[in-house]
């Protein structure tokens, strides 16, 4: 018999129960709330007279609405009255239901998939859900993570269980060594470029080959992330000692006998040698440049050095038509070199992009320069509160000030502008988050996809360059 | 939530000729602020539908309406069946897009392939999504487009749907999603039937792994 895929480990380990169709009750151990599609569910609840199954499984921040420029006034100062609203349902509902809630003004408050791992509430092995579709990125720690819809988190909430089907395996291995410069994003990018944003539609989508096991793992974080962006709902990294030491200590992390129990059983979770995959796709990690997207979709995406295609060469009618459809949103002409594109916003932030890491790697940029005086606003927005002191601590914020971004309080931003932090029409920005479909940052803005690295870079130059080109980057 | 089910639909076929419709487009962000399941209808593809930027609590009847969308032409009012193309609902996990569908009046979405999480969500809030060979949604494109009032119908039971020239296409639907959708049932209800069984998992689990539920 073959060997198990790391999947394959996950997926039975919490069956609690399955039908002869192959339809499962699966156990969830950890699920994470926040304001946005949370309300609705809670709701359900009450109305059905149905109390929390284990409220101690639920771990609530709010992130997508908060303002990220004052934190003055608390849930009370928001601005928007139906943004505020929906925070202070989200801490009404917590409150009635007995659930942990990291709120506003908690220096642990932040985006919901930063603040999974960086608090240990999401552990190897878990089953993570999260009305969100990217909690795929918590698949880094070797958890099967995926986003559910607000029906779903209601029956999480009355049950610990969802139904599910299983299901595919897919390998995707990246070996080699990345160049200097060429960071996870640019790896999932290149990724999602090579496979398509439905390639991994149906598959539980593994991430391995040299490259992951180099990379650290707020690096896997940014690449399982963008694994719904490739149209897989879970994204996979094997655990390894470098994801043991990361949980180790965090504060939800097991101690003393428990510990040892665990390490123990985390150290089988990665696929068997002689593992199946149903598929199986492999890319030369060494040959990944720099990434920038250029059209509405994620797949839409090429080296800095590439120039924007021509609808006219693309035999398909619909992707044809679709790619004059983005250029024409876009504002580009066919054949423009990417590094051609001026950049009028940059943002540096999203659950893809806003760790320590990848501030640290974009002031590394930034230090001793400036934003080009064509640049309208360069935001910084940390993925946390712990995650803006611990680049504090480290003197980041004023290099980003410096340079001429603003530093902002954690949030979801302008990755989807719920806030007040919203990209004007017609706008050209570099940003780190994870999609650019039209009107994502703001209606009629126009986003372009890269690593915090590029973002700084194009901040600088006022247009996409290749990073390398600006900086001796230091790996 | 109640949901209108129907075991049988015959009813007019809106084409959105586009891939990978995300769910940003569906139902832009600014309306997910609501905390209510219902009223997201008049903002479905709210970016295509109308001229301007809209702003959830606003009334939508005075706004300037975009003539080129498909869902504006007169011909397509009354729509419940929506032909669309691959990797359709790609993008969030926002329940409001199927939500907005149904809310505008759409019971049945038809495409050669959905995103999954949005496939989902679909069967959980009474619309059935269709995924038919790319060839046969082509073939349905251009029908529907060439003739004003194109009709089709849908037959869950039967797991058919009749063409306008009377052509019948068979479509794959899973069967507890089938009988889910056919009956309205809660799935909440229908879980907590095995709560001994999760009892069980939870015991043995705890065996297993007890730091999963000493976490706080
Ligand atoms: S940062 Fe962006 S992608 Fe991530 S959870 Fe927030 S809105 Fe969603």
């Known amino acids: 018999m073959a060997g198990k895929t790391l999947y394959d480990k996950l997926w039975d380990d919490h069956v609690v129960r399955q039908e002869d169709d192959g339809t499962a009750l699966i156990y969830i151990d950890r699920q994470l709330l926040h304001e946005v599609t949370s309300p609705q569910a809670f709701e359900g609840l009450r109305l059905a007279n149905r109390q929390p199954w284990r409220v101690d499984a639920n771990l609530a921040t709010p992130d997508h609405n908060v303002p990220t420029t004052s934190l003055e006034g608390g849930v009370d100062g928001i601005e928007d009255p139906i943004s505020r609203i929906q925070v202070q349902t989200l801490n009404s509902n917590t409150r009635e239901f007995g659930i942990t809630e990291y709120g506003m003004g908690d220096v642990r408050q932040g985006i919901v998939h930063v603040v999974g791992p960086e608090s240990g509430a999401t552990l190897p092995g878990m089953t993570v859900v999260c009305g969100d579709s990217h909690t795929s990125t918590h698949g880094a720690l070797g958890a099967l993570a995926h986003g559910i819809g607000t029906s779903e988190v209601e029956h999480v909430l009355a049950t610990q269980c969802l139904i599910q089907k299983k299901m595919k395996n897919m390998l995707v291995r990246v070996d080699g060594q990345l160049q200097p410069g060429v960071g996870p994003k640019d790896v999932v990018l290149a990724i999602i470029g090579a496979i398509g944003t439905a390639g991994g539609t149906g598959y539980a989508l593994e991430f391995g080959g040299q490259v992951m096991r180099d990379m650290s793992i707020e690096g896997r974080m940014t690449v399982c992330n963008m694994a719904i962006e490739a149209g897989a709902r879970a994204g996979l990294v094997a655990c390894d000692d470098r994801t043991i030491e990361y949980v180790k200590g965090r504060p939800f992390a097991p101690t003393g006998d428990n510990w040892e129990a665990a390490v123990a059983y985390w150290s089988n979770l990665k696929s068997d040698e002689d593992a199946v995959f149903d598929k199986v796709v492999e890319l030369d990690g060494s040959r990944i440049q720099p990434q920038v997207t250029w059209g509405t979709s994620p797949e839409m995406v090429g080296s800095v050095h590439d120039r924007v295609p021509d609808p006219a060469l693309e035999a398909d009618p619909v992707k044809s038509a679709g790619i004059s459809r983005a250029l024409e949103y876009m504002g580009l002409p066919p054949n423009m070199a990417i590094q051609d594109i001026q950049v009028d916003y940059v943002f540096i932030g999203s659950c893809t992009n806003s760790r320590i890491e990848d501030l640290r790697a974009a002031a590394q940029v930034l230090k001793g320069r400036k934003v080009a005086a064509s640049v309208e606003q360069a935001l910084a927005v940390p993925g946390s509160g712990l995650v803006k002191q611990q680049a504090e601590a480290e003197g980041l914020d004023q290099i980003f000030i410096e340079a001429g971004f603003e530093w902002r309080n954690p949030g979801c931003s302008m990755c989807l502008a719920m806030n007040a932090d919203r990209l004007p029409a017609k706008k050209h920005c570099a940003s780190t988050s994870n999609r650019n479909f039209e009107g994502r940052q703001g209606a009629g803005g126009r986003t372009h996809l890269v690593s915090p690295q590029m973002a700084a870079a194009a901040a600088v130059a006022g247009h996409f360059v290749d990073v390398r080109d600006l900086v001796e980057v230091v790996q | ?216």
């Open chain 2, 1 to 216: 939530m109640s949901l209108t089910l129907f075991t049988q639909l015959k009813a007019i076929v809106a084409p959105l000729d586009r891939a990978n419709v995300d769910t940003d487009a569906i139902i832009p962000k600014q309306f997910l602020k609501s905390i209510k399941r219902t009223g997201f209808g008049p903002n479905l593809f709210d970016e295509w539908r109308y001229l301007d930027v809209g702003e959830p609590g606003e009334d939508c009847a005075g706004r300037p309406i975009n003539p080129d969308f498909v869902l504006n032409q007169s011909r397509y009012q009354g729509a419940k069946i929506l032909l669309a193309r691959e990797n359709f609902g790609c993008g969030s996990s926002r329940e409001h897009a199927p939500w907005a569908l149904k809310d505008y009046g759409f019971d049945v979405v038809i495409a050669p392939s959905f995103a999954d999480i949005f496939f989902n969500n679909c069967f959980k809030n009474g619309i059935l999504p269709i995924v038919l060979p790319e060839a046969l949604v082509d073939s349905l494109f251009k029908q529907v487009m060439a003739q004003a009032g194109y009709q089709l119908d849908v037959d869950l039971t039967a797991q058919t749907i009749t063409l306008a020239d009377g052509t019948q296409i068979c479509f794959e639907v899973d069967a507890f999603r089938r009988h889910c959708l056919l009956n309205g049932l809660d799935d909440i209800g229908l879980t907590l039937v095995h709560q001994d069984a999760i009892k069980k998992y939870e015991a043995k689990r705890r065996e297993q792994a007890p730091w999963l539920f000493s976490t706080q």
